[in-house]
């Protein structure tokens, strides 16, 4: 038996969300979707850099997409604040580009680079995926937060460098598991086809769920109470 609103089919894009650190690889694998998935899927992809629109450009530049599938939301404040405290720029850069380019049948949205605290509003997204990398460390994913163990997909990536950083990955992504209750893991390289294929298949099996109405979003909570230094010497707290 399913929710009221669970139950019917869904007719918009569904909307996945793809948030992590700084250079974990989160550009890399909506690259990685797009171009293994463009022809089984009619993608668009929405990317939030604080001041530029550099993931933008290299997504653009590495031809996983038409060009103007892809849009940037300059945030123009702390990557998080657009991707759960007001989300109405990346909303409307949503809906802007699902309406420009009726039927799509995923967005990917891909959060500017921040720390472990920063996760999608399920106002937002449908589902999410948080990356972290082998080459942030080892116990990264012993530390926890909403990311690590409430996201949909949790992703390991760039375990190709594993023996180059000293980290055992095997061993990460047991603990990342521990941290999870059961909620899935996926060990990711570019480089291997059968962790990429993997990842596909995670993809198109959230995409079935959620076109049948059978997905349930999940919210990985909110962030622990934090701040922030800018240039100008101010900070300023989020709680
Ligand atoms: N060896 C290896 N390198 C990778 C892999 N995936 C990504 N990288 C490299 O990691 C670096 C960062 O990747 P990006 O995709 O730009 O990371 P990002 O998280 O989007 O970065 P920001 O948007 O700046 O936060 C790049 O130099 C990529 O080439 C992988 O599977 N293996």
């Not at 060009?67 to 405290?85: K, N």
Request: net charge negative; proline share 6%.
């Amino acid at each position: 038996m399913h929710d009221d609103h669970t139950t019917a089919p869904k007719t918009r894009a569904l909307r996945l969300g793809v948030a992590g650190p700084v250079g974990t690889g989160k550009s890399s694998v909506i690259a990685t979707i797009c171009r293994h998935l463009r022809d089984e899927f009619a993608l668009g992809v929405i990317t939030n850099d604080i001041y530029t629109d550099e993931d933008a450009r290299f997504l653009k530049s590495a031809g996983v997409l038409p060009e103007e599938r892809i849009r940037a939301v300059e945030t123009g404040s702390c990557p998080h604040t657009a991707i759960r405290d007001d989300v109405t720029m990346n909303l409307m850069a949503v809906e802007d580009l699902e309406r420009d380019f009726a039927p799509l049948d995923i967005v990917l949205v891909e959060s500017g680079g921040d720390n472990l605290t920063a996760t999608f509003s399920p106002a937002l997204v449908d589902a999410q995926l948080f990356v972290l990398d082998v080459a942030g460390g080892g116990d990264v994913a012993r530390k926890g937060g909403p990311g690590i163990s409430g996201a949909d997909l949790l992703v390991i990536n760039k375990i190709d460098l594993g023996p180059h950083v000293d980290v055992d990955v095997d061993r990460m992504v047991a603990d990342a598991q521990k941290a999870r209750d059961g909620r899935p893991v996926l060990p990711l390289s570019r480089k291997q086809a059968d962790t990429v294929e993997k990842l596909c298949d995670w993809v198109r099996e959230m995409h079935k769920t959620y076109a049948g109405g059978d997905h349930v979003p999940v919210d990985p909570g909110p962030m622990a109470p934090h701040h922030h230094a800018h240039d100008d010497g101010h900070t300023h707290r989020h709680d």
